[in-house]
């Protein structure tokens, strides 16, 4: 009885993994775009004029989830000054190789189309908030 347990538990606890992993979106705030593919990117970012952040994340990735609700406090802080666009990396294996991203999360900013960064780790609350305000 025990042994079938544990069994539904790792199955359980393997189900929610997986099913968050091909989840579609990243934040749910409506100011927090999540980009579907290349021709979407270049729509949402490298067409547009103004200062772009782009997160590359994985939905398994510990530290991407612990800045997940940062992301939308983001977008309404910078609403006005920079856009923020979520790039799966599971998806998305086009723009991470292009974009040369080896570990998540990783922010690159972009005005006019054009990097103006590298891509940046960043692993808590006050550098990505200096991040933004670097960049804003």
């Given amino acids: 009885m025990q042994k ?10 393997c189900s929610l993994f997986f099913a968050g992993c ?15 593919n290349s021709e979407h990117f270049k729509k949402e970012v490298v067409e547009y004029s103004e200062t772009v952040a782009v997160m590359f994340y994985t939905v398994a ?17 910078w609403q006005n000054k920079i ?3 979520t790039v799966n990396c599971r998806t998305n294996t086009d723009l991470v190789m292009e974009y040369e991203i080896h570990a998540v999360p990783r922010f ?20 990505l908030f200096a991040l933004f305000e670097e960049h804003s």
């Avoid at 079938?4 to 606890?13: A, F, G, L, N």
């Avoid at 990243?26 to 980009?35: D, G």
């Avoid at 005005?111 to 609350?125: A, F, H, M, R, Y």
Wanted: with cysteine.
């Fill in 4 to 13: 079938t347990v544990k069994i539904m538990s790792v199955i359980t606890i």
């Fill in 22 to 36: 091909f989840s579609s979106g990243y934040s749910t705030s409506k100011l927090v775009k999540e980009i579907k």
């Fill in 61 to 77: 990735c510990v530290t991407c989830r612990e800045i997940k609700p940062l992301i939308g406090e983001l977008g309404e802080k």
């Fill in 83 to 85: 856009k923020i666009v």
């Fill in 108 to 127: 690159i900013f972009f005005k006019n189309g054009e990097k103006l960064t590298e891509p940046l780790s960043v692993k808590d609350e006050d550098a």
